[in-house]
């Protein structure tokens, strides 16, 4: 079946402004998390999403970051007001509940200029 | 705070061998551990997991063990192929009530494996 889609692959903006990055879960799926992975980094987890439930949204670098999650599918990562250090690849994964294993999207590479 | 830790940036084994990734972590909380795999420009592929109830999990080539007290895990990889040269990712999650799920990673281990 279809597994997890981001968008776009690649985003190449300039300081200063903002970007939206888009995913798409297994259908199904009641959990979506956001992770990003700086150059030479692991993964470091940004914002989570379970069904209609308040997200845990702790993760999240600065009040620029804010992501939504539509209709309990669909989830839209923004980030305003663009720096450098944003840059990174952004990765969306969706899992069946929470504390199941997740699985990832191929990610969107940022790149701020 | 780095909770999650894989000391060795890479790792290059031969082709049949064994090849063994570490992976210590600091948090007490956590009960369940995970490995990912990730080949450039795509994202991490879910290989194994381990709840803190056990020791040991086997996957075909793929086991993982859990040390507890040590706090430490490591995946074996038998035989290694040149196909396992990827990145690998340890992952760990605390699935007590009011946690999300959130996985904390390790800074992740290069593996080559030569034919």
């Known amino acids: 079946g279809a597994g997890v889609s981001q968008s776009p692959s690649n985003k190449v903006t300039e300081k200063g402004k903002d970007v939206e990055l888009r995913c798409d879960p297994i259908?199904?799926?009641?959990?979506l998390y956001w992770y990003r992975q700086s150059l030479g980094q692991g993964l470091e987890f940004l914002i989570y999403?379970?069904?209609?439930?308040?997200?845990?949204k702790s993760g999240l670098p600065s009040d620029r970051f804010s992501a939504e999650r539509t209709g309990g599918s669909v989830s839209t990562l923004t980030i305003q007001r663009t720096q450098q250090e944003d840059s990174a690849v952004y990765l969306c994964?969706?899992?069946?509940?929470?504390?199941?294993?997740?699985?990832f999207g191929p990610g969107t590479r940022l790149t701020v200029t | 705070d780095q909770q999650v830790k894989q000391n060795s940036p890479s790792l290059s084994v031969q082709e049949g061998r064994i090849s063994i990734l570490n992976c210590d972590y600091t948090?007490?909380?956590?009960?369940?551990f995970l490995w990912y795999k990730k080949y450039p420009a795509e994202g991490p592929t879910f290989l194994i997991s381990?709840?803190?109830?056990?020791d040991k999990n086997e996957d075909g080539r793929f086991t993982v063990f859990l040390n507890k007290s040590a706090k430490h895990l490591s995946l074996h990889i038998v035989p290694s192929q040149p196909g396992d040269s990827a990145v690998y990712f340890c992952a760990a999650s605390a699935r007590g009530s009011g946690n999300t799920g959130k996985l904390i990673f390790g800074q992740g281990t290069t593996l080559q494996v030569k034919p």
């Open positions: 999403f379970q069904g209609n439930s308040a997200p845990d």
């Open positions: 259908s199904g799926h009641t959990a």
């Open positions: 948090n007490s909380m956590f009960d369940y």
């Open positions: 381990i709840s803190s109830i056990k």
């Open positions: 994964a969706s899992s069946p509940q929470r504390f199941y294993e997740q699985y």
